[in-house]
C-alpha cells in the first residue's frame, strides 16, 4: 500500500502525490480570465487558459468516478461515456461555434492518436521499465482495437466520397470548408451509425460480456489515494457542475485566442489542434494510464488507452457532427485532410498489431512514441 512520504500529509501532500499535480494549475484559472479581460497577447492567454483547462478536467474526472462508484457498473459505465471525454468536447463545441471547424477535427485526430500512441506508449515504456514484459487481456484489447478499425472505415469514407465526387481533401492550413450538402448527410448518416454501434459495444462490455472488461477489479491506486474518503452524491454532482463550468469559460478563452495565437508563434492550427489541444483535454487521464501501468496494471491501462481513443472516435466524433447541424456557420462534414487520414489509418493499425498479443515490453512503449513524434513533426511542417 503506497503511504503518504514523511513531511507531506494533508493539502500539500495531496498536491504532490499522482491525482493531485492537476490542482496545482488552479491560479491559472482566475488568471486567464483576467488575462482575457485585459486585452492580453493571445500567446499568452492561450497557454495559461490551456492549463486551466487541466485542473477541471481532472476534476470533472474525479467527480464522475466518485459518481460512478456510487451507481454501481451499469450506470458507473454510462456516466464514464457521458464525461469521459467532455472536455474535450466541450473544447470542440465552441470552435464549431467560433467556426473553427478544421480545428476541431484535427484536436478529435489528435486526441485519437494520442491515447494510441503517446499515451499507449508512454505506458508501455515506464510500466516495463525492470520488467522483462507486461500482460494483460488480449481479447478486451483487440475487441476495443477492432472498433477503433471500423470507426476508421466510417471516418475514411466522407473523405473517399470527397475525394471520388467532390472537391478533394481539406489543406491542413483551412479553418472551414463548405462541402456539398451530399457530404454533410452523408457525415450524419455515419455519425448516427458510429454512435449505434458504440451503444452495441456498450452493452457488450457492460452486460453481456462484462467480465472481459472489468479494470474496477483492479483498485485505482494511481493517485496516492488509496483509503481516501468517498465523496457523497451532492459533492459529486456539484464539483461536476463547478468543473462543467470551469471547462466551459476556459475552452471558450481557449478557442478565441486561437487564430491569433497562432500567427504570433508560428505554429499552424492544425498543429495547435492536433497537439496541443488534445494533449491538454485529456492530460489528467494520460497521467493515470502511465501511473497504473508503472504498478503493473496493464490491463487497466490498455483500457484507459485504447478505450478512450475508442470513445472518441465512436462517440465524441459523431455528436460533434450532429452539434454542428445546430451551431456554427454550417454542418461539418467529416472530410479529413490527408494527414489526419494517413495517421488515423497508420496509427490504428500499429494498435492492433502491437496489443493483440496480450503482453508489451517497454521497447514496444518506446516503438509507439516514435510514431508519435513522427506523425508531430509531419504536423508541424505541414
Not at 494520442?114 to 499515451?119: A, E, H, K, Q
Not at 451530399?182 to 456498450?202: C, F, H, N, P, Q
Not at 487564430?259 to 498543429?271: C, D, Q, R, T
Request: a negative charge.
Amino acid at each position: 500500500m503506497n503511504k503518504t512520504p514523511k513531511g507531506r500529509s494533508g493539502l500539500a501532500g495531496f498536491l504532490l502525490s499522482g491525482s493531485g499535480w492537476p490542482y496545482l494549475l488552479v491560479p491559472a484559472i482566475p488568471l486567464a480570465i483576467l488575462l482575457d479581460l485585459a486585452n492580453a497577447g493571445p500567446v499568452l492567454i492561450f497557454f495559461i487558459s490551456a492549463a486551466g483547462v487541466i485542473p477541471t478536467a481532472a476534476l470533472m474526472g474525479r467527480a464522475t468516478e466518485e459518481l460512478a462508484e456510487r451507481a454501481g457498473p451499469g450506470i458507473g459505465g454510462l456516466l464514464n461515456v457521458t464525461f469521459g471525454n467532455a472536455p474535450e468536447l466541450i473544447i470542440c463545441l465552441f470552435a464549431l461555434e467560433a467556426g473553427l471547424q478544421e480545428v476541431v477535427k484535427a484536436s478529435l485526430i489528435g486526441s485519437i492518436l494520442g491515447n494510441i500512441l503517446l499515451v499507449l506508449g508512454a505506458a508501455m515504456f515506464i510500466g516495463g521499465l525492470g520488467r522483462e514484459r507486461q500482460f494483460f487481456n488480449r481479447v478486451a484489447a483487440s475487441a476495443q482495437s477492432s472498433m477503433l478499425l471500423l470507426a476508421v472505415v466510417a471516418l475514411a469514407m466522407p473523405a473517399i466520397f470527397e475525394l471520388v465526387d467532390g472537391q478533394g481533401l481539406p489543406s491542413p492550413s483551412d479553418e472551414i470548408v463548405n462541402f456539398s450538402s451530399d457530404v454533410e448527410y452523408l457525415s450524419l448518416g455515419v455519425a448516427g451509425v458510429l454512435i449505434l454501434t458504440y451503444i452495441a459495444g456498450l452493452i457488450f462490455s457492460l452486460r453481456t460480456h462484462r467480465d472481459l472488461f472489468n479494470p474496477a477489479a483492479e483498485v485505482l491506486e494511481e493517485a496516492d489515494d488509496k483509503g481516501r474518503e468517498p465523496w457523497s452524491v451532492r459533492k459529486s454532482v456539484g464539483a461536476l457542475a463547478i468543473a462543467g463550468a470551469g471547462v466551459g469559460v476556459m475552452s471558450e478563452i481557449l478557442v478565441g485566442s486561437v487564430s491569433a495565437a497562432s500567427s504570433s508563434i508560428g505554429l499552424s492550427e492544425f498543429f495547435i489542434g492536433a497537439i496541443v489541444i488534445a494533449i491538454v483535454g485529456n492530460a489528467a487521464e494520460h497521467w493515470v494510464a502511465v501511473a497504473v501501468a508503472a504498478k503493473d496494471k496493464m490491463d487497466l491501462a490498455v483500457n484507459i488507452a485504447i478505450g478512450s481513443g475508442a470513445q472518441i472516435a465512436l462517440f465524441a466524433a459523431p455528436v460533434v457532427v450532429v452539434a454542428s447541424f445546430l451551431i456554427g456557420p454550417h454542418p461539418m462534414a467529416l472530410v479529413f485532410n490527408g494527414f489526419e487520414l494517413g495517421a488515423l489509418l497508420l496509427s490504428v493499425l500499429i494498435a492492433i498489431n502491437i496489443t493483440n498479443r496480450g503482453e508489451s515490453t517497454w521497447f514496444e512503449g518506446i516503438q509507439l512514441l516514435a510514431c508519435y513524434l513522427v506523425l508531430a513533426v509531419a504536423f508541424f511542417f505541414a
